[in-house]
């Protein structure tokens, strides 16, 4: 069955400090992989995404991502931390298997402590 | 620059009337979708259409129905509001279903209450 698992809940960092939002994904082919972003009481921005090549993909507002395969994981990373920062972030799956369905994940908020 | 407009950011109704909420697009996107999304819940997809009078449901169909009489145009309805239909409701397109490199491109979100 295809998932995506968002395990925190929330994320709280300091500003300047590197971030770490964290996903994993099960597909049963090749995975499709996208970052969301939500500001409050807005629909969701595109960030990101992985569909093949480079395990490191770069987005939008300096973030980027890390596709591994063995972990079945595509954390969403961003070298320093701003306070604008702070969000409703969600990762999604496209799976080809199930007509090519967006599945998401639950969501982290991130807190960017100035 | 594409983009997915609801037509209403807030909406109070009451119990047991029937609300519609209208989602346009202007991208020619052959697919439209509609979450609604839960603290802790994530999005949950209630309804999608991959063309013009065509509805797929999602996994959460029940208490809602869908119309979509034009390309651009994807309707919500609720037949007979009930508080536990309270959430933010969000309205996606995204072109051929079979073009994998794109996303979703999301309207800003109708927070409803139903009192």
């Known amino acids: 069955a295809q998932s995506v698992a968002q395990p925190e809940d929330q994320v709280n960092v300091a500003e300047g400090n590197p971030l770490t939002v964290k996903c994993t994904y099960s597909?049963?082919?090749?995975?499709?992989l996208f970052w969301y972003v939500q500001y409050p009481n807005r629909g969701l921005q595109f960030l990101l995404k992985y569909i093949t090549g480079d395990n490191l993909v770069k987005g939008s507002y300096g973030f980027e991502a890390e596709f591994n395969k063995s972990q079945t994981s595509f954390h969403l990373k961003k070298p320093s931390a701003l306070v604008s920062d702070s969000a409703l972030y969600f990762c999604?799956?496209?799976?080809?298997?199930?007509?090519?369905?967006?599945?998401f994940g639950t969501g982290t908020s991130l807190t960017v402590i100035p | 620059d594409v983009k997915v407009t609801q037509s209403s950011r807030y909406l109070v109704k009451r119990t047991g009337e029937k609300v519609f909420l209208e989602c346009v697009q202007d991208?020619?996107?052959?697919?439209m979708f509609w979450y609604r999304q839960d603290p802790g819940l994530g999005l949950r997809l209630i309804y999608f259409?991959?063309?013009?009078?065509?509805?797929e449901k999602g996994d959460i169909p029940e208490g809602y129905s869908v119309s979509r009489e034009k390309k651009e145009r994807f309707s919500l309805i609720l037949e007979s509001a009930s508080t536990n239909q309270t959430s933010m409701y969000l309205c996606?397109?995204?072109?051929?279903?079979?073009?994998?490199?794109?996303?979703?491109?999301f309207g800003s979100g109708t927070r409803l209450t139903v009192v």
């Open positions: 597909v049963s082919g090749n995975p499709y």
């Open positions: 999604a799956v496209r799976d080809i298997a199930s007509g090519n369905q967006f599945y």
């Open positions: 996606a397109s995204s072109p051929f279903v079979g073009d994998l490199n794109y996303g979703y491109t």
């Open positions: 259409s991959y063309d013009v009078k065509m509805k």
């Open positions: 991208m020619d996107h052959e697919n």
